[in-house]
C-alpha cells in the first residue's frame, strides 16, 4: 500500500485547510486511517484516526472541534479538514493505515505511511 499525502501549504491562523491522502491498492477500504503530525523539535502526535466504515472518528484534546477526518472509500482517500488554525499546529502531517481493525493513538502500530505534506501556520 502506497499513501501519497497533499494539501499541505501556508495559510494564517484563523485559516482552513484540507488534506487529503489517497491510497493504492483495493484493500484500501479494510484499514483504519490516521492522521499524525510532527512539528520541527518536537516528537509525532496523533490527530485523528477513522475507522473503515467512516462511522468512528477520534481526536485528541489538542484538535477536537477544530479537526475533521472523513473518507471517501471509493476513491480511496482519507481526508482532513482543518478549521481554526493557530501556529502551534505548524507541523508536517502524515497520513498512516492500520491493517489491524480498530483505531489508536500509537504510531507505532500503524503499518503504512504516507510522505508528509507540510502546513505552516503564520500568526
Known amino acids: 500500500v502506497q499513501l501519497q499525502a497533499s494539501g499541505g501549504g501556508l495559510v494564517q491562523a484563523g485559516d482552513s485547510l484540507r488534506l487529503s491522502c489517497t491510497a493504492s491498492g483495493p484493500t484500501f477500504v479494510r484499514y483504519t486511517m490516521g492522521w499524525f503530525r510532527q512539528a520541527p523539535g518536537k516528537e509525532r502526535e496523533f490527530v485523528a484516526a477513522?475507522?473503515?466504515?467512516?462511522?468512528?472518528?477520534y481526536y485528541p484534546d489538542s484538535v477536537k472541534g477544530r479537526f475533521t477526518v472523513s473518507r471517501d472509500n471509493a476513491k480511496r482517500t482519507v481526508y482532513l479538514q482543518m478549521n481554526s488554525l493557530n501556529p502551534e499546529d505548524t507541523a508536517v502531517y502524515y497520513c498512516?493505515?492500520?491493517?489491524?481493525?480498530?483505531?489508536?493513538?500509537?504510531?507505532?502500530?500503524?503499518?503504512?505511511w504516507g510522505q508528509g505534506t507540510l502546513v505552516t501556520v503564520s500568526s
Open positions: 498512516a493505515a492500520k491493517t489491524v481493525s480498530g483505531p489508536d493513538d500509537r504510531g507505532m502500530m500503524y503499518d503504512y
Open positions: 477513522i475507522s473503515w466504515s467512516g462511522v468512528n472518528t
